[in-house]
């Protein structure tokens, strides 16, 4: 099944201690992404990659960090999570960005992160 | 002025009613319009491209205007089914290609 499978889907944890959220593709996408989700903001890129070792910053990067070494994984970290950092946080892919027949995005479940 | 600006709702319509949700988007160069649905906390789902000459899905209709900058979602024969919140998303050349996600309309649909 093509699916974008993330990992948790909860997490509370408290400021300061490092995490990282996993992110994983089987549909052989080139483009990933992460976004966050807050009341009344709607859904805000955080980072996004076009393909392996390519990463670029989105609209709301400060605070994370991403790494693009196989193309179906796209972790997120949070070295120093603070609280301003609750939200939930969406993974998603889709092939080759241009094919404008093939611009639907695949969202993972999400993961709802409490940072205390 | 957000880049995509949607009535956040929520819209409380009885079952069998038609309703609309419009959309206005503030960048002229956008290239790419979707309707995608969300239910409550869960993942967004694309629900629908839309087509400069207007497109249909079954009970969904979505419209763009250039001209005026605005995109629109008509639902007909609303279904208890249909209760979601609808994001209006805009793509941009270059930069990624970068969608804009509006901040959704809430639609309950009620017996």
């Known amino acids: 099944e093509a699916q974008v499978t993330q990992n948790p889907r909860y997490l509370i944890t408290v400021t300061g201690k490092k995490l990282t959220v996993t992110c994983s593709q089987n549909?052989?996408?080139?483009?990933m992404s992460w976004y966050r989700q807050d009341p009344g903001l709607g859904l805000r890129q955080i980072y996004y990659?076009?393909?392996?070792?390519?990463?670029d910053k989105g609209d709301v990067p400060e605070g994370y960090k991403v790494s693009r070494k196989e193309k179906r994984n796209f972790p997120l970290i949070l070295e120093s999570p603070s609280p301003n950092q609750t939200s939930l946080y969406f993974c998603a892919s889709r092939t080759r960005v241009g094919i404008a027949a093939n611009e639907k995005l695949f969202f993972g479940s999400g993961t709802q992160l409490s940072v205390l | 002025r957000k880049e995509v600006e949607q009535d956040p709702g929520p819209f409380n319509v009885p079952e069998g009613a038609t309703v609309a949700f419009n959309c206005t988007y503030s960048?002229?160069?956008?290239?790419?319009f979707f309707w995608y649905r969300q239910d409550c906390r869960k993942e967004p789902k694309l629900l629908m491209s839309?087509?400069?000459s207007g497109n249909e899905d079954g009970r969904f209709t979505a419209q763009l205007n250039r001209a005026s900058q605005y995109i629109s979602l008509l639902i007909r024969d609303s279904k208890l089914s249909d209760s979601a919140t609808y994001l209006c998303?805009?793509?941009?050349?270059?930069?990624?290609?970068?969608?804009?996600f509006g901040t959704g309309t809430q639609l309950k649909v009620e017996l």
């Open positions: 998303v805009v793509r941009l050349t270059g930069g990624g290609n970068k969608l804009t």
């Open positions: 839309v087509y400069s």
């Open positions: 990659s076009m393909n392996v070792e390519v990463t």
């Open positions: 549909m052989n996408h080139e483009y």
């Open positions: 960048n002229s160069a956008s290239q790419s």
